[in-house]
T-cell receptor
Framework: DAKTTQPPSMDCAEGRAANLPCNHS???????VYWYRQIHSQGPQYIIH???NNETNEMASLIITEDRKSSTLILPHATLRDTAVYYC?????????????FGKGTSLLVTP | DTAVSQTPKYLVTQMGNDKSIKCEQN?????MYWYKQDSKKFLKIMFS???????INETVPNRFSPKSPDKAHLNLHINSLELGDSAVYFC???????????????FGPGTRLLVL
């Protein structure tokens, strides 16, 4: 799986959009970009994933650059409950058993 | 109803003891996983089972033995517990491992193991 790079921490004011970047410059054509988050003392939670096109669901939007070397997770109106560690993960079908390879993630703090 | 549940939530035990952690999923999924999150918060895969068959066995001491009595359950038994086993253990499940990179995993709440 391609390696990902994320900033270690970010702050966001409540009600504003949180834009979390992820660099995956070595991504290959069959690799998906996944985002999970882990709220303190809870298990990781799936947010969204995509291959080439931008994606949106009830939780967030995922913007993938045309060259697929980076992506941005957007939480449109961050709330205090969005404070968590956000993990950007690149996955391919070649990963035996398809386990998730979590990195260090970005610790997002949403402030009042 | 909780989709992926684990018991116990907390486990405090002495070195050398044998303990088990249970995991159940009611999502009808075929694949289940065990992950370990250490004190530095790194999450790493330990095991993966598909239809009760082992498909991932990472470099984990053989003191750790997963057991899957049926597709809905994947238990983790740990023999001769050591101080370094202290961590949070997460169970997860996904619909079907054969969809590969499109497969979404759903995690349980974790079991916090402390070995004294």
């Amino acid at each position: 799986d391609a390696k990902t790079t994320q900033p270690p921490s970010m702050d966001c004011a409540e009600g504003r959009a949180a834009n979390l970047p992820c660099n995956h410059s070595t991504i290959s054509g069959n690799e998906y970009v996944y985002w999970y988050r882990q709220i303190h003392s809870q298990g990781p939670q799936y947010i969204i994933h995509g291959l080439k096109n931008n994606e949106t669901n009830e939780m967030a939007s995922l913007i993938i650059t045309e060259d697929r070397k980076s992506s941005t997770l957007i939480l449109p109106h961050a709330t205090l409950r969005d404070t968590a560690v956000y993990y950007c993960i690149v996955r391919s079908n070649s990963n035996s058993g398809y386990a998730l390879n979590f990195g260090k993630g970005t610790s997002l703090l949403v402030t009042p | 109803d909780t989709a992926v549940s684990q018991t116990p939530k907390y486990l405090v035990t002495q070195m050398g003891n044998d303990k088990s952690i249970k995991c159940e999923q009611n999502l009808g999924h075929d694949t289940m996983y065990w992950y370990k999150q250490d004190s530095k918060k790194f999450l790493k895969i330990m095991f993966s089972y598909n239809n009760k068959e082992l498909i991932i066995n990472e470099t984990v001491p053989n003191r750790f033995s997963p057991k899957s009595p049926d597709k809905a359950h994947l238990n983790l038994h740990i023999n001769s517990l050591e101080l370094g086993d202290s961590a949070v253990y997460f169970c997860a499940s996904s619909q079907d491992v054969w969809r590969g990179a499109q497969e979404t995993q759903y995690f349980g709440p974790g079991t916090r193991l402390l070995v004294l």
